[in-house]
């Protein structure tokens, strides 16, 4: 009787769901960390473009809070580089070509 309870599956199941449902959940909170990382790094780029467009008109700027944009002029170009500070700063340099040139 002994050898037939030690050789019983009951629970087995149990232990491996605790043991495969931290690993389930770090990689849920990759792939949701990636998708967020990926959206803010293309509103930052839009951002970036509507930023040197408006320069390159002339209009002013307005700044977002978390948010710091530089012009610069390279020869024929408006350049705006944009800087974001959050949990992983992001920054990125757009150029249009000025207008009347």
């Not at 780029?45 to 978390?66: C, H, N, Q, T």
């Amino acid at each position: 009787m002994a050898s037939k309870s030690l050789a019983s599956d009951q629970g087995a199941v149990t232990a491996e769901l605790m043991l495969l449902l931290p690993a389930l959940i770090m990689l849920f909170a990759t792939v949701l960390g990636s998708v967020t990382f990926a959206t803010d790094r293309i509103a930052l780029e839009a951002k970036g473009f509507e930023a040197a467009r408006s320069l390159a008109i002339g209009l002013d700027l307005v700044s977002e809070e978390g948010i710091e944009i530089e012009k610069s002029v390279e020869g024929a170009l408006t350049c705006a580089k944009i800087t974001k500070q959050s949990l992983m700063p992001m920054s990125t340099k757009l150029c249009v070509m000025q207008v009347g040139q």
